[in-house]
């Protein structure tokens, strides 16, 4: 059996009045590509948010590789490999390609602020080290060849693989993508498909998804966590997943904007 990688449990999250959330349970083992599934408004994004810290949570826990996260704050998870894209693109879109995926890579320098102020040569050997870096991530993408373009000139699937490669920049453990389809035609969900399974496969990441595109899910999920109202109604492999009665019931429903 693999290994868990991560283990929200129990997570329960309120907006004032309003629970967003109820004891929702959600794990990724190791080298896995786990995704969160449900209608409108029943809670992913939100999950997503409770995960890397950016909202509180009223009860639950949040663990990676074993050890309790839900106190620690965004910064120190990113730094730790718990890294994530948006659902709405969060690009500089003034600077260039290269120029984005090199902030990825910030959390990777080892130097300190004086040797950037002195220009000390470890600064400069790790100023080299993260062009490399990201060179390499914009190659994993394809988008090499559009390094030096204005990141906000680039079409808007190019500016998705954009963001995945600062992302990869990152080097995560942890890579959470929320709805990385989103906008995409199908010829680009399906590239988008293969690029996520190779990040799994060549890179060793584990990749937690939350994604409206039932085709992608399904063709890439090991398994499938699917919401509702804020709870979770079911678990398992893609296939199972889709004949439950249940998660059927809660698709035909729909709902509002997701929370």
Request: glycine share 10%.
């Given at each position: 059996?693999?290994?868990?990688l991560?283990?929200?449990?129990?997570v329960?999250?309120?907006?004032?009045?309003?629970?967003?959330?109820?004891?929702?349970?959600?794990?990724?083992?190791?080298?896995?590509?786990g995704?969160?599934?449900?209608?409108?408004?029943?809670?992913?994004?939100?999950?997503?948010n409770?995960?890397?810290?950016?909202?509180g949570?009223?009860?639950?826990?949040?663990?990676l590789?074993g050890?309790?996260?839900s106190?620690?704050?965004?910064?120190?998870?990113?730094?730790?490999?718990?890294v994530?894209t948006?659902?709405?693109?969060?690009l500089?879109?003034?600077?260039?390609?290269?120029?984005?995926?090199?902030?990825?890579?910030h959390?990777?320098?080892?130097?300190?602020?004086?040797?950037?102020?002195?220009k000390?040569?470890?600064?400069?050997?790790?100023?080299?080290?993260?062009?490399?870096?990201?060179?390499?991530?914009?190659?994993?993408?394809?988008?090499?060849?559009?390094?030096?373009?204005?990141?906000?000139?680039?079409?808007?699937?190019?500016?998705?693989?954009?963001?995945?490669?600062?992302a990869?920049?990152?080097?995560?453990?942890?890579?959470?993508?929320?709805?990385?389809?989103?906008?995409?035609?199908?010829?680009?969900?399906?590239a988008?498909?293969a690029?996520?399974?190779?990040?799994?496969?060549?890179?060793?990441?584990?990749?937690?998804?939350?994604?409206?595109?039932?085709?992608?899910?399904?063709?890439?999920?090991d398994?499938?966590?699917?919401?509702?109202?804020?709870?979770?109604?079911?678990?398992?492999?893609?296939?199972?997943?889709?004949?439950?009665?249940?998660?059927?019931?809660?698709?035909?429903?729909?709902?509002?904007?997701d929370?």
């Open positions: 059996m693999a290994e868990t991560l283990n929200a449990s129990g329960s999250v309120r907006f004032g009045g309003v629970a967003a959330l109820t004891e929702a349970d959600f794990t990724v083992a190791r080298g896995e590509i995704s969160l599934i449900g209608p409108n408004g029943a809670g992913k994004t939100t999950l997503f409770a995960i890397t810290g950016m909202v949570l009223h009860s639950g826990s949040v663990l590789d050890r309790d996260i106190g620690l704050p965004p910064h120190w998870r990113a730094g730790h490999g718990v994530r948006f659902q709405n693109l969060q500089f879109t003034t600077m260039s390609v290269l120029e984005n995926v090199l902030t990825g890579a959390r990777r320098l080892k130097y300190t602020v004086a040797e950037a102020v002195l000390l040569p470890r600064y400069w050997r790790e100023e080299r080290r993260a062009r490399e870096i990201a060179a390499e991530c914009l190659d994993f993408v394809g988008l090499s060849d559009l390094a030096e373009a204005r990141a906000g000139d680039l079409p808007y699937g190019k500016q998705r693989l954009l963001e995945m490669a600062r990869l920049a990152a080097d995560p453990a942890l890579l959470l993508l929320d709805e990385p389809a989103a906008g995409l035609n199908p010829r680009e969900t399906k988008l498909g690029l996520i399974r190779r990040i799994r496969d060549e890179r060793h990441v584990t990749v937690a998804l939350v994604e409206h595109d039932m085709d992608l899910v399904m063709g890439i999920s398994t499938v966590t699917v919401l509702s109202f804020g709870r979770v109604i079911a678990r398992g492999a893609p296939a199972a997943v889709q004949r439950d009665p249940e998660v059927i019931r809660a698709y035909l429903g729909g709902g509002d904007d929370a």
